[in-house]
């Protein structure tokens, strides 16, 4: 039986990748991501995991090393956050494009200017199109059991994609708190060998990422986003399957007190723990609120979202990311497209908060839902608000 | 939120292993069952400048706030050197406890710093130079436990084993003698 230990959340995601028994880790050292491997740079040095572990010279050199080392049929893990993840922006496109099964940890961080080093989800959402499967998680259990199941969705052969887990920095990444990880003997079940179908072999020569002109290269994107749509079911068998083999399940959307809720918060990451402690008091108190916790970002969940808001009047989005001059936070933009057709929905009302490591405080989301019912009520709401700005 | 969540502030200097501590303490409390959380303050840290960690523990349930702590029920002041030039109470909640390492006398310090309330004091810098441990982090880790009784002292045995190895002796033997030491004025 799997112990219940108090670890540091980047340690033990550190064991999620040995227990995946990963065969090559490529990174680069920044805030808050550098416990994560430093933690594997330890374990392939002391033996403890049998990896390659390649120090580069930055983070677009990692992820170029790790397009290399998968190619060659290796399960391969990087991990990066804020600026590192900008570096490699350009090479994220080809790992995806080029059906590359890489997992990467993004301990998430605001960008600069001015410096921050604390946590948001700016640098996720610039990351939003680069055809990655993105996952969010809001504590320490779930980054270990995500980073498992994004190596069996990502080399699954109907897959065959990058997957990012993005965690929240500091809240997330260096807090030690109550973790189970998983037994070797469970993980090497659950989690089949790497077996890459069209490996970079000398003896066996393909070409990967060849010219694409015009006459194709618009059927070569059309294939990436139906696999990538199609990814949505693997996830969902994963997922399930990882409930039956290790009793927690997850799913794109999850609820919390959301029945008969007039009243919806939709969250993402490690604030959704706080916001669930908001809207237990606000139930207590007897108002119809709940909460809908978005966890998987990429492929966007569509159905499970309209179903999720279906019977609410209100949805208040909150949005950890600003797109400058634009319609506010990117969750909230897609939420409304997600609904737009629809005949029956929520009347949607954005905010953007907890920027650069702002905390919003448990009271800080009573507010926030207060006040989302409010503007929604008398119809005064803006295309966003920054929740708490001192203007 | 529940009464049975004990918030606690450690004070250090970087190097002194405020965050170590935290850290063993949330490590004890999860193997006797507790839920418990450990963190440095989110920021940069200097050897030698000020540094935070924080410890929850809560024996009944999870625990979702991950903020850092601003209303401790404890505060521990690793050397008592920063009680000048920092306000080491700030926020402390009003039956809450305080807790210095310093050679001087609980009158002093009250009248020196101004602490009103329940005062634990001993001195860990002489019991740790006594045991031939470098730092007074694990230490001051007995006189948390004597003022607070929030894990057993015999639940830090494994994790100061686990991270200290062959010196980890000397850690619980400091520890248990300023348990004994420690001087609890209300």
């Given amino acids: 039986m799997a112990k219940r230990e108090g670890l540091e959340v980047s340690v033990a995601l550190g064991d999620a990748v040995k227990l995946a028994d990963t065969d090559v880790v490529a990174a680069y050292p920044i805030t808050p991501q550098t416990h994560i491997v430093e933690h594997l740079a330890e374990l392939v040095a002391d033996g403890d995991l049998k990896a390659a572990y390649i120090p580069v010279e930055s983070e677009h050199s990692a992820m170029s090393a790790c397009l290399g080392a998968s190619a060659i049929g290796a399960r391969t893990f990087t991990a990066t956050a804020s600026q590192g993840l900008e570096l490699m922006h350009e090479v994220l496109y080809i790992a995806s494009s080029m059906r590359l099964p890489v997992v990467m940890a993004v301990a998430n961080r605001a960008l600069s200017a001015p410096i921050s080093i604390w946590g948001d989800h700016s640098d996720a959402m610039a990351v939003r199109d680069t055809g990655w499967i993105q996952i969010f998680v809001e504590n320490g259990q779930e980054t270990v059991d995500n980073v498992i199941c994004a190596f069996r969705i990502g080399e699954d052969r109907r897959v065959l994609l990058p997957v990012m887990i993005h965690l929240d920095g500091f809240s997330l990444t260096h807090v030690i708190e109550p973790i189970i990880l998983p037994e070797q003997s469970e993980v090497d079940q659950f989690l089949p060998p790497f077996k890459y179908p069209l490996p970079l072999d000398p003896k066996k020569p393909v070409t990967m990422g060849a010219f694409g002109p015009p006459f194709i290269y618009t059927e070569v994107k059309w294939a990436q986003e139906v696999n990538l749509e199609a990814a949505k079911a693997v996830i969902l068998e994963c997922w399930q399957e990882f409930g039956k083999t290790f009793g927690r399940y997850y799913s794109p959307v999850e609820s919390h007190h959301s029945e008969g809720a007039k009243v919806l918060l939709l969250t993402m990451g490690s604030l959704s723990e706080t916001a669930m402690v908001a809207v237990d008091k606000m139930r207590g108190e007897g108002k119809e609120v709940g909460l809908l916790k978005l966890r998987l970002w990429r492929p966007f969940p569509f159905a499970e979202l309209r179903q999720a808001v279906k019977d609410a009047e209100v949805l208040i989005v909150l949005d950890r990311a600003l797109s400058f001059g634009g319609p506010g936070g990117p969750v909230c933009s897609e939420v409304k497209a997600a609904l737009y057709h629809e005949t029956k929905k929520p009347k949607v009302i954005g905010f953007v908060g907890g920027l650069g490591g702002r905390d919003i405080s448990m009271s800080g989301f009573e507010e926030m839902i207060n006040k989302g019912a409010e503007l929604a009520r008398t119809g005064s709401e803006r295309e966003f608000e920054i929740f708490g700005v001192r203007e | ?186």
Avoid: C
């Fill in chain 2, 1 to 186: 939120m529940t009464s049975k969540l004990i918030e606690i502030r450690w004070h250090g200097r970087g190097g002194q292993g405020a965050v170590t501590s935290a850290e063993l303490v949330a490590q004890a409390a999860i193997n006797e069952g507790k839920y418990a959380q450990a963190f440095p303050s989110f920021s940069p840290e200097r050897r030698g400048a000020p540094v935070l960690a924080f410890n929850r523990i809560n024996s009944e349930e999870p625990i979702r706030t991950r903020a850092e702590v601003d209303q401790p029920d404890v505060v521990i002041v690793l050397d008592s050197s920063l009680l000048a030039i920092l306000d080491a109470t700030s926020g402390l909640k009003e039956k809450g406890t305080v807790i210095v390492n310093t050679k001087k006398s609980a009158e002093q310090i009250r009248s020196e710093f101004g602490i009103s309330g329940r005062l634990a004091i001993v001195d860990a810098t002489k019991i740790a130079q006594e045991s031939g441990v470098p730092t007074v982090n694990t230490t001051m880790v007995g006189v948390l436990i004597k003022a607070t009784n929030v894990i057993t002292l015999e639940a830090m045995k494994e994790p100061l084993e686990k991270r200290f190895g062959r010196v980890a002796e000397r850690n619980i033997q400091a520890m248990g003698r300023a348990y004994q030491e420690t001087v609890i004025g209300e």
